[in-house]
């Protein structure tokens, strides 16, 4: 499955818009269709974080093929589910890399599931990957990286 965005090309920077020293808002992301997909899910990951990866977004019970950009910072927008971050908020972190460090790739991996998932509060990353588990269909990724002046 491939993944696009307007925002940036898979491996190139993520514009400041869409981190912490800009609007912190989601890029708009599209995707393949797959077939006997009844919804996808998404999970932003810094690997490259001090501490270990680093999650940026959860959200699951994706209809479309895409999203746009800016998705508001609720927990439940349409049929769209958002968990909580590392940041401890719901919805979008943008990136965020400490200033001393070089760049950070930050993945943005699309999951097709065959179904759709029960509604939870507060879903983190690990929680949505075992509520996946056996769901899984296809996935794709993107990779944006962005480094801090």
Same mark, same amino acid.
């Given at each position: 499955?491939?993944?696009?965005?307007?925002?940036?090309?898979?491996?190139?920077?993520?514009?400041?818009?869409?981190?912490?020293?800009?609007? $912190?808002?989601?890029?708009?992301?599209?995707?393949?269709? *797959?077939?006997?997909?009844? &919804?996808?899910?998404?999970? /932003?990951? @810094?690997?490259?974080?001090?501490?270990?990866?680093?999650?940026?977004?959860?959200?699951?019970?994706?209809? $479309?093929?895409?999203?746009?950009?800016?998705?508001?910072? *609720?927990?439940?927008?349409? &049929?769209?589910?958002?968990? /909580?971050? @590392?940041?401890?908020?719901?919805?979008?972190?943008?990136?965020?890399?400490?200033?001393?460090?070089?760049?950070?790739?930050?993945?943005?991996?699309?999951?097709?599931?065959?179904?759709?998932?029960?509604?939870?509060?507060?879903?983190?990353? @690990?929680?949505?990957?075992?509520?996946?588990?056996?769901?899984?269909?296809?996935?794709?990724?993107?990779?944006?990286?962005?480094?801090?002046?």
């Amino acid at each position: 499955m491939n993944v696009r965005s307007s925002a940036f090309k898979d491996g190139d920077f993520i514009p400041q818009e869409y981190t912490c020293d800009g609007q $912190d808002i989601s890029p708009d992301l599209e995707w393949d269709p *797959v077939n006997n997909a009844k &919804s996808y899910a998404i999970i /932003v990951e @810094d690997p490259d974080a001090p501490y270990g990866t680093f999650i940026h977004w959860v959200i699951y019970n994706i209809k $479309d093929t895409k999203l746009q950009k800016n998705i508001p910072k *609720v927990e439940k927008v349409s &049929s769209m589910i958002q968990g /909580v971050n @590392d940041f401890g908020r719901v919805g979008y972190g943008g990136p965020c890399p400490p200033r001393t460090h070089p760049p950070h790739r930050y993945y943005f991996n699309v999951f097709a599931l065959d179904t759709e998932l029960p509604e939870k509060s507060g879903v983190t990353a @690990d929680e949505l990957k075992r509520m996946m588990e056996g769901h899984i269909i296809d996935k794709g990724v993107i990779m944006g990286k962005y480094k801090r002046k």
